[in-house]
């Protein structure tokens, strides 16, 4: 009843759209939801996210959920995700991905998720990392480990807004570590991300595990960029 009340008074409100959730609605409304553009590259062989990674590195699987485009509904709730201290989007958003997998059986033999790390610098500054919220819905939805602790990057890196492909990559060339190596022995490792531009962040993080004996190695985001 106190928490109708305060509703009433200050009304929880949908982080894409700003009009006032309903009881049973958490961050993001239902028409939200259901309007969000969806990829359906799990479905597709050689996806665009795939092909990103082809010459490079062989990897099991690579998929993005949702289109992301310019003042769009999905920009909008990132945004708040990155840079408005709101975590459960994060969560709720991870959630999503990991109901519409759980229902397809996408990812069905994956035996631990694994989000992109922050350098501690920005972990402190931003108080959580956007890609580990994202990762702890995810695991949740398919029953699955999700480690923090694998996967650390050792460099500090600046932003990767506006820099060129080529920039991007050596902005995080050699960026990672694996910790506990050993521990991954024979384990799928998925590597979960918020939005996958030119996926030179992801490759870097996939490269390192690709070097251990014995790992397989798929990675997700909720969003890429398109144009």
């Known amino acids: 009843m106190l928490e109708a009340f305060l509703s009433l008074i200050y009304p929880h409100t949908c982080a894409g759209c700003n009009k006032t959730l ?60 990155k840079y408005d201290n709101k975590p459960q989007i994060g969560i709720v958003l991870g959630k999503m991905v990991g109901a519409d997998w759980l229902k397809k059986g996408y990812f069905s033999d994956v035996d631990l998720i694994v989000p992109i790390p922050l350098h501690e610098k920005k972990l402190r500054k931003r108080g959580y990392n956007q890609a580990a919220e994202i990762a702890k819905g995810m695991a949740e939805m398919l029953d699955l480990e999700m480690s923090t602790h694998h996967l650390i990057r050792t460099v500090y890196t600046d932003t990767q807004t506006r820099k060129s492909t080529f920039d991007r990559w050596q902005n995080v060339n050699a960026i990672f570590q694996i910790n506990q190596p050993h521990t991954l022995k024979n384990k799928h490792v998925l590597i979960v991300d918020d939005v996958v531009t030119t996926g030179s962040t992801l490759q870097a993080a996939a490269f ?20």
């Open 208 to 227: 390192e595990l690709k070097a251990l004996k014995d790992v397989k190695v798929s990675v997700a985001t909720v969003a890429v960029a398109w144009t």
């Open 22 to 81: 309903h009881p049973h609605e958490d961050c993001v409304c239902l028409q939200c939801k259901v309007q969000l553009p969806r990829t359906y590259f799990e479905r597709q062989t050689g996806n665009f996210i795939e092909k990103l990674f082809w010459g490079k590195m062989e990897i099991e699987r690579a998929s993005a959920h949702y289109f992301f485009h310019k003042d769009s509904t999905i920009q909008r709730l990132m945004h708040h995700l």
